[in-house]
């Protein structure tokens, strides 16, 4: 029913920039509860950026003015354009949607992408 599909990983030099995108499909019942998540190795999964029920956006703090979270309702497709990248940021960066997100309903389900590796090399 729904499929998100991360694309956009790679490595990159720190400072750089990067862009992930997400293409979903399924997804229809809400244009919130949508945003990524990273893993980095050793460490339990968290979260980047969100739009949160209301359609607000939230940002981890590690990420804070580096990082922006779009989309493109129309292409159904979710961004993140990360800038100033640092080795920290090297992790699996997972495109999700639904109650998955913090404060939205179990009731939309949860979904998640297979992930993208991203690797910031200093």
């Known amino acids: 029913e729904v499929q998100l599909v991360e694309s956009g990983g790679g490595s990159v030099q720190a400072g750089q920039s990067s862009r992930l995108s997400c293409t979903i499909s399924g997804y229809t019942r809400n244009k919130y509860c949508l945003g990524w998540f990273r893993q980095e190795p050793g460490k339990e999964r968290e979260m980047v950026a969100v739009?949160?029920?209301?359609?607000?956006?939230l940002y981890a703090t590690s990420v804070q003015d580096r990082c922006t979270i779009s989309k493109d309702l129309f292409d159904n497709t979710l961004y993140l354009q990360m800038d100033n990248l640092k080795p920290d940021d090297s992790a699996i960066y997972y495109c999700?949607?639904?109650?998955?997100?913090?404060?939205?309903?179990?009731?939309?389900?949860?979904?998640w992408g297979q992930g993208t590796q991203v690797t910031v090399s200093s």
């Open positions: 739009y949160d029920r209301n359609g607000r956006t």
């Open positions: 999700a949607a639904g109650g998955v997100v913090d404060g939205c309903p179990q009731s939309l389900g949860s979904y």
